[in-house]
T-cell receptor, first 111, second 115 residues
Framework: GDSVTQMEGPVTLSEEAFLTINCTYT??????LFWYVQYPGEGLQLLLKATKADDKGSNKGFEATYRKETTSFHLEKGSVQVSDSAVYFC??????????FGKGTLLTVNP | GAVVSQHPSWVICKSGTSVKIECRSLDFQATTMFWYRQFPKQSLMLMAT?????????EQGVEKDKFLINHASLTLSTLTVTSAHPEDSSFYICSAQLERGYEQYFGPGTRLTVT
């Protein structure tokens, strides 16, 4: 079945630092790829997505590029803010429209 | 738009009793809803897929007689944990799909504590 390996946290950064959260996956076929974010006390929200190889998803300053050759979808942000503190989940979407979630990475950004 | 609610947000029940959790899509019709379980500091584990008007499809290892799912309408799915035990204590999250595709909209979750 599909699986996801996501960089384990917690990750603690200072404001304006550069962020990378690594994500690699195994899946049959060519899945769509997603990053979800869970802010404290809230439900998961879609952060960004990419549906085919070399696509770049972006939102709120975050970016991730669908790398088929390395089966990766690493999340990056050039300058994090305190408000970015949350848990981030990588999730490939399988052929049956189900999502397989990584373990999540807790990000804490200090002022 | 695309808001999903869950009720209750937190419930405590005694061992052996049953508890029902509701998941509602507030501003759209969801043909498919999903139920997940999340353990502390761990990922979401898909429990079952619920389609309106039909029986839920359970993932391997999930007891369908223990976790009863009913998707009675296009805006409501319920999860009933029957004869709850302390090991059922967890965070239960639902999501809804607007249409057949990948994007899911998640509810805020329900924390169940069984004493």
């Amino acid at each position: 079945g599909d699986s996801v390996t996501q960089m384990e946290g917690p990750v603690t950064l200072s404001e304006e630092a550069f962020l990378t959260i690594n994500c690699t996956y195994t899946a049959t076929g060519y899945p769509s790829l997603f990053w979800y974010v869970q802010y404290p006390g809230e439900g998961l929200q879609l952060l960004l997505k990419a549906t085919k190889a070399d696509d770049k998803g972006s939102n709120k300053g975050f970016e991730a590029t669908y790398r088929k050759e390395t089966t990766s979808f690493h999340l990056e942000k050039g300058s994090v803010q305190v408000s970015d503190s949350a848990v981030y989940f990588c999730a490939p979407g399988g052929s049956n429209y189900k999502l397989t979630f990584g373990k999540g990475t807790l990000l804490t950004v200090n002022p | 738009g695309a808001v999903v609610s869950q009720h209750p947000s937190w419930v405590i029940c005694k061992s052996g009793t049953s508890v029902k959790i509701e998941c509602r899509s507030l501003d759209f019709q969801a043909t498919t809803m999903f139920w997940y379980r999340q353990f502390p500091k761990q990922s979401l584990m898909l429990m079952a897929t619920s389609n309106e008007g039909s029986k839920a499809t359970y993932e391997q290892g999930v007891e369908k007689d223990k976790f009863l799912i009913n998707h009675a309408s296009l805006t409501l799915s319920t999860l009933t944990v029957t004869s709850a035990h302390p090991e059922d204590s967890s965070f239960y999250i639902c999501s809804a799909q607007l249409e057949r595709g990948y994007e899911q909209y998640f509810g805020p979750g329900t924390r169940l504590t069984v004493t």
